[in-house]
């Protein structure tokens, strides 16, 4: 068995034994047993999927991050991950995260506007 550590920038979003961690690297996908050397890989956005230690693969949408296999310890660090229990509910839940993450691009596109606007009538006003 191996642990399984995956980091996010504010918290631990999940640590649990895998005897199997599937996930893809720039050069292609990959698969970790206990067995395996140590090995250090970038992760570009994907599905992380693993066997937990009751032989159930669970599945883990990740952003960009870096994975590090040492002895049994697999720790991932990404900018972003969402777990779902099936392809179908995941897909559901990535969508869903980015048209949210677009509606506060967009408020703040809206925000840094409304900022430029105020600056410049500042300057005008300051400037006669």
């Known amino acids: 068995m191996m642990n399984l550590k ?8 999940l ?3 895998a005897q199997k961690v599937s996930a893809e690297a720039e050069n292609g996908a990959f698969v970790l047993l206990p067995q395996h050397i140590d090995f250090a890989t970038s992760l570009v956005p994907g599905i992380l999927s693993f066997d937990d230690s ?5 599945l883990v949408a990740v952003d960009e991050g ?6 049994q ?9 969402i777990g779902g229990s099936d392809l179908e509910e995941l897909e559901r ?18 925000a840094i506007a409304r900022l430029e606007v105020n600056f410049r009538r500042h300057l005008y006003s300051s400037g006669k």
């Open 93 to 110: 839940l990535v969508d869903e995260e980015f048209r949210r993450l677009d509606e506060i691009e967009e408020k703040t596109r809206a």
């Open 6 to 13: 995956i980091v996010l920038p504010t918290k631990v979003f």
């Open 54 to 58: 009751h032989q159930q693969e669970q």
């Open 73 to 81: 310890e697999v720790l991932v660090s990404v900018k972003r991950a």
């Open 66 to 71: 870096l994975l590090v296999k040492t002895a």
């Open 15 to 17: 640590e649990q034994e």
